[in-house]
């Protein structure tokens, strides 16, 4: 099981300053890979984050609500204001994102080798941090299971060309790879999401998760390929849907024994009734999340009850 690996979160901290036509702002915390971080942690696994925070509002703020789950936090390594990001949501919830990110984690001496890594975003592109993240992902991977998600922020990204080769060889040190299809056509704007997906799935991942918004997502592995609708929710807001989307799947393969160096060889031979079990966790948790403010992802039981309705 995942909680018996430990599994360790790489990436950012982000204080989404959420604003909202004839609203206050709000702050909430985020930053994807925290974000990942912290629904893991609420469905039960002890997860830790290496991540940057300042000794700020912002950097108590999501130390706190991190803690509250029950993260461990380490930002040995990491120097620099807690970063931050304007959330500004359109009358359907919508978001676009304006950032004020530094990223400058530094080498890090683990005391216990994790049984699974996941990393992505802004932490695997923006350096100085991103060397780092790198690093972590190479020496890391043979004692551990890897998942990644691009989650692009073009704003952030810099020059394409280095952008993608950055996004391809974390492709290629993962096991799990999820992505949107708007990163997709960001990566590569000339190609179909689907191809995409299928050269990332033979350079290297066992699955590849496609999300489509209110179109569902698919999956591609080496037994082919699996799609799932979208359930049918009130969208209070996506911050944070595709977050919970990685956290439902990280969870759901941990159930199934897939994650950890044991599980390896048995996520490269997963079956399609196992894909389809984790699509449904992956798109429940979004669900659940999507339907209220901010990132803010299930527990175990809320989970358990979405699953039921759909």
């Not at 204001?81 to 919508?94: N, R, Y």
């Not at 191809?195 to 080496?222: D, M, N, S």
Request: some cysteine.
């Amino acid at each position: 099981m995942l909680d018996r690996l430990e599994p360790l979160v790489i990436g950012e901290c982000v204080a989404d300053i959420v604003r909202q036509p004839a609203k206050a702002d709000r702050v909430h915390p985020g930053g994807s890979p925290a974000n990942v971080a912290y629904g893991l942690a609420r469905l039960g696994h002890d997860t830790t984050l290496l991540t940057q925070l300042g000794a700020d509002d912002h950097g108590r703020l999501i130390r706190d609500h991190l803690a509250a789950a029950g993260v461990e936090v380490r930002t040995d390594g990491a120097i620099g204001p807690t970063p931050s990001a304007v959330v500004t949501l359109d009358g359907q919830g919508h978001a676009t994102y304006a950032f004020d990110v530094g990223w400058t984690l530094g080498p890090v001496v683990l005391d216990r080798t994790p049984g699974h890594v996941h990393t992505g975003s802004i932490a695997a592109v923006v350096e100085p941090g991103a060397a780092t993240v790198l690093a972590a992902l190479e020496s890391l991977r043979a004692a551990a299971t890897v998942s990644y998600d691009p989650n692009v922020r073009p704003a952030l990204m810099g020059e394409r060309t280095r952008a993608v080769d950055r996004v391809e060889r974390c492709v290629a040190l993962s096991d799990v790879v999820k992505a949107s299809d708007e990163d997709l056509r960001w990566l590569h704007p000339d190609e179909e999401p689907e191809r995409i997906a299928e050269r990332w799935l033979a350079a290297g991942p066992a699955l590849v998760l496609v999300t489509r918004g209110e179109a569902g997502a698919f999956a591609l592995f080496p037994g082919g390929r699996i799609t799932i609708d979208a359930p049918a929710v009130e969208v209070a807001d996506t911050v944070g849907a595709g977050d919970a989307f990685m956290s439902g799947t990280l969870h759901a393969l941990a159930a199934h024994g897939l994650l950890g160096p044991d599980g390896r060889d048995r996520l490269r031979a997963v079956d399609r009734d196992t894909v389809a079990d984790v699509l449904r966790h992956a798109v429940a948790s979004a669900a659940v999340t999507v339907a209220r403010a901010g990132a803010n992802p299930p527990g175990p039981d809320e989970l358990h009850a979405a699953l039921d309705v759909n």
